[in-house]
């Protein structure tokens, strides 16, 4: 069963932030890679080795885009449950 975005357990040695390839093809990067970034979640049911077009809707809002590798690497924290909360106040 994969785990849920934004919920802490998934495998930190498994999701990655990478530049978004042009094309894939039978696995391999075709084309280079783009501008942007995207989260590639294996614990979410995510294949690396498809590109964005090849995956479910649900894996597509998951891996972004993202516009920078900063707004990538936020964008893993809280896929990853580890993004920091400010507390409350009371």
Do not use: F, W
């Not at 040695?13 to 530049?19: F, K, N, S, V, W």
């Not at 998951?62 to 106040?89: F, K, M």
């Amino acid at each position: 069963m994969a785990i849920r975005h934004g919920v802490a357990g998934h495998d930190n040695g498994t999701a990655i932030l990478r530049a978004q390839p042009v094309r894939m093809s039978d696995g391999h990067v075709e084309g280079g890679y783009t501008v942007r970034y995207e989260i590639i979640c294996p614990a979410c049911g995510d294949d690396p080795n498809l590109s964005y077009d090849q995956v479910p809707t649900e894996l597509q809002k998951i891996r972004g885009p993202r516009e920078s590798l900063l707004s990538g690497l936020a964008a893993l924290d809280v896929h990853l449950g580890l993004a920091n909360t400010a507390p409350a106040r009371a």
